[in-house]
């Protein structure tokens, strides 16, 4: 460290682990990280935003974009003084949250994790689809999402045999702002696609996807790992588009491998 007459220090400090920035999907919050928050808090300082209309944090009026919704992540960063480069992990919108975060500061991100995501930018029956649920939200309220978006979300065994994180995942939808919900809708809906981005991407990236994502296909997560040039990819058999809380094991040891090989690759 140079302080202001040059003089260099050394110090130790305990929050020196890596930093670990975990971007929640649509329409949840930074509850559905809690889980990954116990399990990798030892290895790593995991901090996980509530993005604009969600949870805690204020929803404004529109427009939203995934360019706003990084540019609040890199706030947060600034705000914790968080300078060094970190790994940047979203799950479904937080992936596309994670690939723009990645086109506009490449020198703050250390790894990404991309679960649960894909690349393209919304077909025009994609854009439709989103200007209707707006529309009977608007009229309606957030039970409009979770009435559309719920049955999709988990692979069928889930809804038997683990009704409590259904629920969970229910009521935390359900917590959710009009204003932040319709925002959000939009800004997916307008996002560019970051199949361009993909073979730029310099930093080791981890994708992790459920074999059985209703949300997501498959085959789409297996060409972004493809045609990024240092991916390795998990699949979660037996998993829909929740991976992080359908298999919450599996998901933290696939975090917690990659964060290793992180750390080996610096030592
Ligand atoms: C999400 O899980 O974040 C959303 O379903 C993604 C999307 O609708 O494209």
Same mark, same amino acid.
């Given at each position: 460290m140079n302080t202001q007459d040059e003089y260099s220090m050394t110090y130790l400090d305990s929050c020196a682990r890596p930093v670990l920035l975990l971007i929640h999907g649509f329409p949840m919050d930074s509850l559905m990280w809690q889980i990954q928050l116990e399990d990798l808090g030892d290895m790593a300082r995991v901090v996980a935003p509530d993005l604009r209309g969600f949870g805690g944090s204020p929803a404004t009026l529109s427009p939203y974009s995934m360019g706003m919704f990084a540019d609040d992540c890199a706030s947060?960063?600034?705000?914790?003084?968080?300078?060094? %480069?970190?790994?940047?992990?979203?799950?479904?919108?937080?992936?596309?949250?994670?690939? &723009?975060?990645?086109?506009?500061? %490449? #020198?703050?991100?250390?790894? #990404?994790?991309?679960?649960?995501?894909?690349?393209?930018?919304?077909? %025009? &029956?994609? !854009?439709?689809?989103?200007?209707?649920?707006?529309?009977?939200?608007r009229q309606r309220g957030v039970s409009a999402v979770v009435e559309a978006l719920l049955p999709k979300l988990f692979a069928p065994a889930m809804h038997r045999r683990h009704? &409590?994180?259904?629920?969970?995942?229910? !009521?935390?939808? #359900?917590?959710g702002s009009v204003e932040g919900v319709v925002g959000a809708l939009m800004a997916m809906k307008e996002r560019p696609s970051s199949l361009p981005t993909l073979p730029t991407i310099a930093v080791p990236t981890l994708v992790i996807h459920g074999n059985q994502d209703a949300v997501v296909p498959l085959a789409e997560a297996q060409a972004m790992a493809a045609a990024i040039p240092d991916?390795?990819?998990?699949? #979660?058999?037996?998993?829909?588009?929740?991976?992080?809380?359908?298999e919450p094991d599996a998901f933290s040891d696939a975090v917690a491998d990659f964060l290793d090989e992180l750390g080996a690759e610096e030592e």
């Open positions: 947060l960063l600034d705000y914790l003084a968080i300078s060094r %480069p970190v790994v940047v992990g979203g799950l479904s919108m937080g992936g596309y949250v994670a690939l &723009e975060f990645y086109r506009r500061y %490449p #020198l703050r991100v250390a790894g #990404l994790i991309l679960a649960s995501t894909r690349a393209a930018a919304d077909s %025009p &029956e994609a !854009q439709l689809s989103r200007d209707k649920l707006a529309a009977r939200v009704a &409590e994180t259904v629920e969970f995942v229910r !009521q935390m939808m #359900l917590a991916a390795r990819l998990k699949i #979660l058999r037996g998993v829909g588009h929740m991976s992080n809380l359908e």
